[in-house]
Structure formats: structure tokens, C-alpha cells
């Protein structure tokens, strides 16, 4: 395609004038939706702010069974996001390698927990866990799993069409590496991108996941947020926003940080949901 | 543009002897025999055999399909034979993993590591062997000398050209001082101008390590040129396996005869044992073929006469101006359209419309059957 455009050049590139003229049109429209997108987000933002008011948020950290909740959330997460990893990397590499045609299943598969609503997963797993695992927080870490597993899949799923992973793979094979050897210094360290993808979409859904931890009966930051809803509003309203507040932070850490990384190697900008391809400058 | 300037200072930079890495030696035999592969209904290989000397760099030449990536894979270890063997200096490797096959790959996609520099591509097979760094580095710089690209160590692959790429990972395969080299189309994805200055380079880097290289390809000007011998597939069958001199002087067969070169057929009638008459001559018939009957006799532009003449037997149709020789298309009668190639001084006086008489050299000629 980038030859295509390159020869055809001068015949596909449209007049500087009219250039000029389109772009100033999507101008109009992309501030049009930016400002209506804002004002969308920002009020009950700004209603919250002025709701929980700055008392609110001096009494937050102080609050019994703030860090508690907060830290139980942040181990799950972690746990979540190990097992996700350890399941679904080798699970897609090898998809892509030696079954190229079960994709189209997997993906089906994949989105099931989306389609099935939380309530029937967790009363259904609840039906048949055994009691030592009910009462163990770590059940719901599992259930996250499968939560994560649609956004986790095809994160990954993205990033490893966007590399030729049975060259390399045949590649790295030929200089006489195991295939342990190539997974961890070849594929991996190429897919990175999709892995930081697929670790902020786990862990947003993790810190915000209500339903399944509600009915499960442990009390997450989300359910402690709920609960404590009922005493004190204000403080629990202050406790959203800061809880908005140190995902957002740690979003950006994880996409400024991959992105660093990404440029050095060729790669483009990480965002949230997108993982750019590797650039060629061709011959 | 530092690509550009890159790609002819690497040219340059091979053939001086400063570099001293070398090869696994003497080289290493390989045969392949027997080989057959079937996908589905689909025989890649079917019964394919071949002994390549040590150090020999024999090239597999033909049209997609043909079998040829097949088999190169399967000397690679990629891809397995549903029977026969791969000797690599007399011993079967079909059980052996590609991991353990100390085989050299050059792969016709980009390759290299994007995770990686360029030095660390080269090193990379020799860290897989647990060689220390301080070595690993060296060696690798070395190799990087010899493909001219000393000063793209630290790079990464999407800051070089494609053809740099190539030669990365050429060094990259030839770092494990490999048994076999094996190139898949390494040059196909490159522009014409590198291309040309790579294969050289290949050629030039093969004999001086003494690697015994396959060299799989479609293009048969790249075969011809750098290849000791060259094997010529069809159906997953080798046709013929020659010195490029002899496969286009004298194809055994009527498929490597128009595969290689550009090859006319013209009408003809078996007259008797090993006689053909064409363009109301008689000429010899080389062995082969069919013995009686119609059939098209297979004569190179080269190979034809073509003179201005009142009357004559063919109308120009066509001149393609070649440099030193002009290709002339030539309307005969019964609508056979041949392709001479006559001096282009000569051609001046052949515009299109012109009435000349072509005529064949009494030498023996290749025929086939008739195909219309």
C-alpha cells in the first residue's frame, strides 16, 4: 500500500488548497465532539468534587477499611494479571504458530464472558466451588481470569498479527534456540506492546469490578466503596475519585513508559486500546 | 539516504580480506534422497534427489509451487518428509531438530529481531551456544565487517534499508559457521538495483567461507548467475540438475528449455529417426522427446537468422531494442510468432511490416510435442 500511494504520489495527493479546506472542516468537528465528550465526563466529575468538598477527602484515607479494600483489590489484580498472562500468552503464540485456523474459534470462545452477564458466572461458579475455595479471596482473582480473558485475548491477539511470529519463530529456531528461549527473548520482548495493552485493560476491570466480588461477599474497593456509601456519602464519593485518580495515574505510567520503550525499537505510540505496528523504512 | 550510500559502501567493502572469519572449513555434504511431501491431495515433492558437494552452492529454480521452499524447509527442519532422508555429511537428520541442525537461514521476509541490534541479531545464535559476551561481540562485529555494515552495529532493524537487513542476516546465519546455508528468496523483496549488488555479495561471502549453500528461487537470472549448479523443480520433481552453461545450451527437457531463457516453438514433422523437418530444412533431433508425429522444435532467439527479403517467409510484428542486440518478433506463417535476436545495426532495417526470411542453422534441436 505504501508503495502503491509512493508511485501513484503526485496523482492520489489531493490539491494543497483542498487539503487545507478538509482538514479545517474535521477541525470544526473534532472540537465540536471533544467539548460535548468533556462536558459528558467533566460534570459529574465536577459535581462529585463539589459534593465530597475537601473534608471529604481528608477523612478518606483515615476511614476504617479503606486500605484494607484498596490493597485487596491491588492483590487481586496482580494475581489476575499473572495468571491471564501464563495462560493466554503461550495459549495465542501457539494459535498463531500451529493453528492458525483455530483463531476464529478462540475469539468466539473468548467473548463468551461477555456475553454471559456476571451475575450468571459467579452464581454458577459459586453452585459448584468447593467450600475452601468460596471461602478464599482468590476465587475471585479466577473469576477475573475469565472476565479479562476477552480484552486479555485480543489484545494479545493484535499484537502478535502485527509481527510475523512464524518467521521469527522459524528464525530464532534455525540459530539454535528452545523454544522457551524464543518465547522469552524473541516473541515476548516483541509483543510488549500488546502485553501493556492487555495488563491496563486487566487491571482497570479488576479495580473497578463490582457485581462479581458483591455477590462473591468480599469486600473489594469498589464493594467497600458501596457499603460505606450508606454512612457516609461524602467520603465515599471522595473515595471514587481518588480511586479514579490513582488508575488514571497508573494508566498513563504504563503508556508513557511503554511508549518510550516501543519508539526505541520502531514501534509507535501506545495507547490504551490500540497497538501500533512496527514501522519499515523499506529499501 | 544514508541507506543509499550504505548499500554500495558494503559492496565495496566485501572481497578485502580484512574480515577472518571463516567457515565450517572444507564444507559439508548433503544429499537429499527421495524426499516426498504431500499437503492434502497436492504432492509438493515426489521423489526428490540430489547430491551437493561440499562447499557447492546449487540453486532450486522454479514457478511458485514447484516444490522447491518444501524442500528447502524440509533440509531446514521446518517442515518434515513423509518419507526419504537428509544426509548432512552422511548421516540423517531427519529426526534431529531444526534447533540442533546447525543450519544457517536467510529468509525471504524480513527476519531480524525488531528487539534487537544489529550486533545482537548476529550474536544471537552464538549466545544460543553459551558463548561469553566479550567473544560473542567480537565475533559478530566481525561478521558485520565482512557484510560491509561495521558502522550499523548499534542499529536496530527498522533503521536500516531492507537490503542492510538482508546482510544482517546473512552475517546472522553465517555466525553459527553453519553446516548448510540455506537461503529462501532472500532477494525478492528487495528493489532491482540492491538486489543485484546482494546477490554478489552472497556469492562472493559463500566462496570465501566454503558454506555449502541452497539457494531457492524463481528468478532465473539469480540462479544463473550465482548458483555452481542449478536444479530446475516442476510438480515437486527436479527436471534437471546442471551448470548454468549447460542448462541453457542443453535442457533436458522441454519444461527447463522454456523455463530458462527465452525459447520459440516452431511447427516441425518428424521425418525419421532423429530428423526434424522445420522451415522446409532438416535437422537433427537431440535425444529425448517424442519419435514421430507433429511436434514444436524449441529454438532460442539466438538460435534463429533473420534477413530482410522480398517474398520472404515472415512479416516483423514487433523490435525491442536490448542494448548491443535488438529482440525482433517475427509473424510467420500458420500464425507461429518467433523472437530473433539480430544485431541492433541490423534491426534498423527491420521496422515493423517488413518482409524477411527466417531460416535455421543446420545444429541439432530440442523438440516437444505439439501443444496447439
Not at chain 1, 55 to 64: A, E, I, L, M, Q
Not at chain 2, 133 to 156: C, H, I
Not at chain 2, 211 to 236: C, K, P, W, Y
Not at chain 2, 306 to 317: F, K, L, M, R, Y
Request: proline share 6%; aromatic share 6%; with cysteine.
Amino acid at each position: 500500500m505504501a508503495a502503491l500511494t509512493k508511485d501513484l504520489g503526485i496523482a492520489t495527493a489531493p490539491p494543497p488548497a483542498a487539503r487545507h479546506r478538509r482538514r479545517e472542516g474535521h477541525g470544526i468537528w473534532r472540537w465540536v465532539v471533544m467539548i460535548v465528550a468533556g462536558v459528558y465526563f467533566l460534570v459529574p466529575l465536577y459535581a462529585a468534587l463539589r459534593f465530597a468538598g475537601l473534608s471529604g477527602f481528608k477523612d478518606v484515607f483515615t476511614t476504617p477499611g479503606f486500605g484494607d479494600s484498596l490493597w485487596l483489590s491491588v492483590r487481586l489484580a496482580a494475581v489476575t494479571w499473572i495468571v491471564s498472562m501464563l495462560l493466554m500468552i503461550p495459549t495465542t503464540v501457539y494459535v498463531h504458530l500451529r493453528m492458525p485456523g483455530l483463531r476464529r474459534l478462540l475469539e468466539g470462545v473468548t467473548i463468551l464472558p461477555i456475553v454471559i452477564p456476571p451475575v450468571v458466572l459467579i452464581i454458577g461458579v459459586l453452585q459448584v466451588m468447593p467450600l475452601a475455595l468460596r471461602a478464599s479471596v482468590w476465587l475471585l482473582a479466577l473469576e477475573y481470569v475469565v472476565l479479562a480473558m476477552p480484552f486479555a485475548y485480543r489484545a494479545l491477539d493484535a499484537g502478535l498479527r502485527a509481527i510475523d511470529v512464524k518467521t521469527l519463530t522459524e528464525a530464532s529456531g534455525s540459530l539454535g534456540a528452545g523454544w522457551l528461549s524464543t518465547l522469552w527473548r524473541v516473541i515476548l520482548p516483541n509483543m510488549r506492546t500488546a502485553v501493556i495493552s492487555a495488563t491496563i485493560l486487566i487491571v482497570a476491570l479488576v479495580l473497578g469490578e463490582f457485581t462479581m466480588a458483591s455477590l462473591d461477599l468480599k469486600q473489594t474497593f469498589p464493594v467497600w466503596i458501596v457499603l460505606f456509601d450508606q454512612e457516609n456519602a461524602q467520603i465515599s464519593v471522595a473515595a471514587s475519585i481518588f480511586a479514579l485518580f490513582v488508575t488514571w495515574v497508573f494508566l498513563m505510567l504504563i503508556t508513557v513508559i511503554a511508549t518510550r520503550q516501543s519508539r526505541r525499537t520502531g514501534g509507535g505510540e501506545v495507547t490504551l486500546f490500540t497497538v501500533a505496528p512496527q514501522q519499515t523504512i523499506g529499501n | 539516504m544514508t541507506a543509499k550510500a550504505n548499500e554500495t559502501q558494503g559492496a565495496a567493502v566485501v572481497g578485502t580480506p580484512a574480515a577472518t572469519v571463516s567457515g565450517s572449513g572444507e564444507g559439508t555434504p548433503v544429499s537429499l534422497q527421495n524426499l516426498t511431501r504431500s499437503f492434502g491431495a497436492t504432492k509438493a515433492l515426489d521423489g526428490m534427489s540430489l547430491d551437493i558437494a561440499p562447499g557447492e552452492l546449487v540453486a532450486l529454480l522454479g514457478p511458485s509451487g514447484c516444490g522447491k521452499t518444501t524442500a528447502l524447509r524440509i533440509v531446514a527442519g521446518f517442515e518434515y518428509a513423509d518419507s526419504g532422508e537428509v544426509l548432512v555429511n552422511g548421516r540423517d537428520v531427519s529426526g534431529v531438530p531444526a534447533a540442533k541442525r546447525d543450519m544457517g537461514m536467510v529468509f525471504q521476509s524480513y527476519s531480524l529481531f525488531p528487539n534487537m541490534s544489529a550486533l545482537d541479531n548476529v550474536g544471537f545464535g552464538l549466545r544460543m551456544r553459551k558463548m561469553a559476551a566479550g567473544q560473542r561481540r567480537g565475533k559478530a562485529g566481525e561478521l558485520l565487517e565482512m557484510v560491509g555494515l561495521s558502522a550499523q552495529a548499534g542499529q536496530y532493524p527498522h533503521q536500516l534499508s531492507g537490503g542492510q537487513q538482508q546482510r544482517v542476516a546473512l552475517a546472522r546465519a553465517l555466525a553459527i559457521e553453519p553446516h548448510v546455508l540455506l537461503l529462501d528468496e532472500p532477494l525478492s523483496a528487495l528493489d532491482a538495483k540492491v538486489r543485484l549488488q546482494l546477490r554478489e555479495q552472497i556469492r562472493t561471502l559463500q566462496q570465501r567461507t566454503g558454506t555449502t549453500t541452497i539457494f531457492v528461487t524463481h528468478d532465473q537470472e539469480e540462479a544463473l548467475s550465482m548458483a555452481d549448479r542449478v536444479g530446475v523443480m516442476s510438480n515437486g520433481k527436479l527436471e534437471q540438475v546442471a551448470e548454468p552453461a549447460e542448462l541453457y545450451a542443453r535442457p533436458a527437457t522441454a519444461f527447463v528449455a522454456e523455463f530458462v531463457g527465452t525459447m520459440n516453438r516452431l511447427p516441425g514433422e518428424l521425418a525419421g529417426p532423429g530428423t526434424v523437418t522445420v522451415l522446409g530444412v532438416s535437422c537433427a533431433v537431440i535425444e529425448g522427446g517424442p519419435t514421430s508425429g507433429s511436434v514444436d522444435v524449441l529454438v532460442r532467439p539466438e538460435g534463429l537468422t533473420v534477413a530482410p527479403a522480398e517474398g520472404g517467409n515472415g512479416i516483423i510484428s514487433g523490435r525491442t531494442f536490448l542494448g548491443a542486440v535488438t529482440r525482433v518478433a517475427v509473424l510467420l506463417s500458420g500464425d507461429t510468432e518467433v523472437r530473433v535476436d539480430v544485431p541492433s545495426a541490423a534491426a534498423l532495417a527491420m521496422s515493423p511490416g517488413t518482409s524477411v526470411q527466417v531460416a535455421l542453422p543446420p545444429t541439432p534441436v530440442l523438440v516437444a510435442p505439439r501443444v496447439r
